[in-house]
């Protein structure tokens, strides 16, 4: 393999790993060695194959891409690892990299962005597909987890099963298929979601997923109108 720097890919979609293959493989520098399609696998062949890059996307079937990103740094320190993900929320990048990831694309940007990512990344520098800075970047991983978090009074106020509602809701998720990812009842989620507005203090549904959004919790391009 010479001076090439070899990857391995880690994502549950057969033809997104074949195209991230196919973009790698126009650039001398790197090579795919092994894919996996769930964490269990890619812990397994990353312990074999000690790669020096793995593209790494958050949602796995069997555990969270950030979860294995641990894994992998804790076994594998000097492995560069990248979240290849169709996640761009600021929670999940700060996790990612708070993590142990060095670098974070968003799928729908990685055909343009991939090898300058791979690059980046592979020389021990950050790389972040957004408008989040290279600085901002560093300031997340030298933070200790506690203090990233969010910190507004209102948000602390909820319980951890109203904020875990609050963000459903603000994603645009029905009751029903609130109650149905939570076990719990419909009605249990509507006395949640009047307990949340009461403590927030907001009166609709557009003006829950604005709070959210400004504490990136979801999306702000979910509220842009």
Not at 82 to 101: C, L, N, P
Not at 113 to 123: D, P, Y
Not at 140 to 169: C, G, N, W
Request: aromatic share 4%.
């Amino acid at each position: 393999m010479g001076d090439k720097k070899i990857v391995l890919i880690v994502d549950d979609h057969p033809l997104f790993r074949e195209g991230l293959k196919s973009l790698i493989a126009r650039n001398a520098g790197f090579e795919v060695v092994g894919e996996a399609g769930d964490a269990h696998e890619g812990l397994k062949m990353a312990k074999k194959l000690k790669p020096h890059l793995m593209l790494i996307d958050i949602s796995l079937p069997d555990k969270s891409g950030i979860d294995l990103t641990r894994s992998i740094r804790s076994l594998l320190p000097e492995t560069r690892i990248m979240i290849v993900s169709m996640h761009s929320k600021i929670d999940y990048i700060a996790e990612a990299f708070q993590a142990g990831a060095t670098g974070y694309v968003v799928k729908e940007s990685a055909a343009g962005r991939l090898i300058q990512a791979l690059e980046t990344v592979s020389k021990g520098d950050y790389f972040l597909d957004s408008s989040v800075s290279h600085k901002v970047v560093k300031k997340l991983i030298e933070l200790p987890e506690k203090e990233a978090k969010i910190t507004d009074a209102r948000y602390e106020a909820l319980t951890s099963r109203e904020q875990q509602v609050m963000r459903l809701l603000a994603e645009g998720l029905s009751t029903k298929k609130i109650a149905q990812k939570l076990f719990i009842s419909p009605k249990t989620v509507e006395n949640h979601r009047a307990n949340i507005m009461g403590k927030l203090e907001v009166h609709s549904t557009i003006e829950l997923v604005r709070y959210a959004a400004k504490l990136g919790l979801i999306d702000v391009d979910l509220w842009k109108s």
